[in-house]
């Protein structure tokens, strides 16, 4: 009986030791399951099916690569401010790899923030800033920050380190397009028109030339081009779409013709439904792409994103009321927070007050526990004007997706558009909640609590810390000396700010607290400069009534 009692148990026991042994791998395989899922889907431009399958796999491990890379990329073709800080997820995960620091600067610059493109290469290590692909970043990013002698140095460097590459001539070609000069114009024109030769870099050459002869109205010559590169068996349909544009500069009959023929390959295709529809209200033909987009089959016409396009249709055409009706129909699955926003709009232009706030209250609820969602509706409510709606929805994502940091990004650009320094003294506290090891955080919230007056010794305290830490920062010993002045400790205070090099000094945001403290020193000339030169810079209420009274007291 005993021995049967042992065999039992030790039955048991490896029986719970299997369980045990069998979860981890089954979690292992279900996460390569749903990767290869998102792979699949992205490979087909299924980007719901890529981003949704993405997202399981995170939360079964939030540190997976691939995962984290197919969202950059999802959330990058939605056109989604949240892009940059899944890619910047990435470069945490691998930052070691360069190409993942290269994508990261390549969406900043997308985004039209060269400045962080241009941090992001700085901060790339110095044994990888040897690499061509690194330095036609830099020279792109060079040229957005209006640097073209920077960028033909990086050009240079390029072709030196690769002189194979032909792409890198195109690119120089093209710095050289947007030169003063018509002699630099000209040639880089017959640069890219030589370089059309090399089946390497055609399609970029031919498709630059063309942007260059849109942008001079020199259709004629845009079309020759277009035609050129939807002839190539390697076209994409974005060239057809290019081509289209030329046409309807320079040949009418020719650009209906080929509008039909587009329509018509297009009808079954909802990634190519997307994109002329996009492109038809991209170009103002608002009537011509709602009547097509109503005309499509009944599979195609019932998607989410062909409604949302003629709902937009509708409401840049101010028909309120068809808008409201088409809004009114089926719902639209995981994308039916789109509809009751746009439905929300609707309502709202007709003086339904009432079903408007109901709608939209409806449309941030269903979105809650998706960033994607919710960051579109953001989007939406930024776009529309709807100021006190955007800074809901961010501040629900702030609280429930604490990952999404461009989220407080956005709250601090919104508030500081606005002069709300609490707004921004509650984000930086909130930023510093979410890292504490963010000095520049720190920084902000000790400056913001300073103008203020709230909490003086926590202000204090984490001035005197983030200073401490990058004693050579021009902002945070601005903040730092600010706060020993306010202790009675000017001179102390005057010591920290000259201690930096004196071109430091004549930043506008630095400049201010130096004008003001020389001010309080009655040295009344260096208090005039500085003060003066801080009125360049844009400045919180409090900063304004500072300097306001400091010149005053002059």
Not at 411 to 419: C, M
């Amino acid at each position: 009986m005993r021995t049967k009692l042992i065999f039992a148990g030790l039955v048991l026991a490896l029986g719970v030791l299997g369980v045990g042994l069998a979860r981890p791998v089954y979690r292992q395989w279900k996460q390569d399951r749903l990767l290869a899922r998102a792979q699949e889907a992205l490979a087909r431009g299924d980007l719901r099916e890529a981003g949704l399958a993405a997202r399981q796999t995170l939360k079964i491990n939030p540190g997976n690569l691939e995962a984290c890379r197919i969202m950059a990329r999802v959330t990058e073709s939605l056109r989604l401010p949240a892009a940059l800080e899944w890619w910047q997820r990435v470069v945490d995960l691998a930052p070691d790899a360069l190409s993942n620091r290269l994508e990261l600067a390549r969406c900043s610059l997308l985004e039209g923030d060269a400045a962080r493109a241009a941090r992001v290469l700085q901060a790339t290590p110095p044994n990888q800033q040897t690499n061509a692909a690194w330095h036609q970043l830099a020279a792109l990013v060079a040229a957005s920050l209006n640097r073209p002698a920077e960028a033909e140095r990086h050009l240079a460097e390029a072709l030196r380190l690769d002189p194979t590459n032909r792409l890198v001539e195109v690119n120089r070609a093209i710095l050289r397009l947007q030169a003063r000069d018509s002699n630099v114009v000209e040639n880089a024109r017959r640069a890219l028109e030589q370089l059309v030769t090399d089946p390497t870099v055609r399609s970029h050459a031919l498709r630059h030339l063309a942007w260059t002869a849109l942008r001079d109205g020199n259709f004629q010559r845009a079309i020759e081009y277009t035609r050129s590169l939807v002839a190539d068996a390697n076209a994409r349909f974005a060239d057809r779409l290019l081509h289209l544009q030329a046409l309807r500069g320079g040949d009418p009959a020719g650009f209906a013709s080929e509008l039909a023929e587009l329509q018509r390959a297009s009808a079954g295709d909802l990634a190519r439904v997307r994109m002329l529809g996009g492109w038809l209200i991209e170009q103002g033909l608002l009537s011509e792409a709602e009547r097509w987009l109503a005309s499509l089959p009944p599979e195609i016409q019932r998607q989410p994103t062909v409604l949302l396009m003629r709902a937009e249709c509708l409401a840049a055409q101010t028909n309120w009321a068809a808008a409201q009706t088409l809004l009114q129909g089926e719902k639209w699955g995981e994308e039916d927070f789109l509809r009751q926003a746009m439905l929300a709009r609707a309502c709202r232009e007709l003086r339904q007050e009432f079903t408007s706030q109901s709608e939209w209250r409806a449309a941030v609820r269903a979105a809650s526990g998706r960033s994607r969602a919710l960051g579109m509706l953001a989007q939406l409510a930024a776009r529309w004007g709807w100021e006190r709606e955007r800074e809901e929805v961010l501040w629900t994502l702030v609280e429930r997706h604490p990952g999404e940091r461009w989220a407080l990004q956005a709250l601090s650009e919104f508030y500081l558009a606005r002069g709300d320094t609490r707004g921004l003294q509650r984000v930086y506290a909130r930023a510093v909640e979410y890292n504490p090891s963010d000095l520049a955080a720190r920084n902000n919230l000790a400056s913001l609590l300073l103008l203020l007056n709230a909490q003086p010794q926590r202000a204090h305290e984490l001035a005197h810390e983030a200073w401490s830490r990058a004693t050579n920062n021009p902002a945070f010993a601005a903040t730092y000396a600010w706060s020993l002045h306010l202790q009675g400790r000017t001179a102390e205070g005057l010591r920290v700010l000259e201690s930096l090099p004196p071109d430091r000094l004549e930043i506008p945001g630095v400049a201010l607290y130096y004008g003001l403290m020389q001010a309080a020193m009655r040295e009344t000339n260096l208090a005039r400069k500085f003060l003066a030169i801080a009125e360049t810079a844009p400045l919180l209420p409090e900063e304004k009534k500072l300097l306001a009274d400091a010149r005053a007291g002059l």
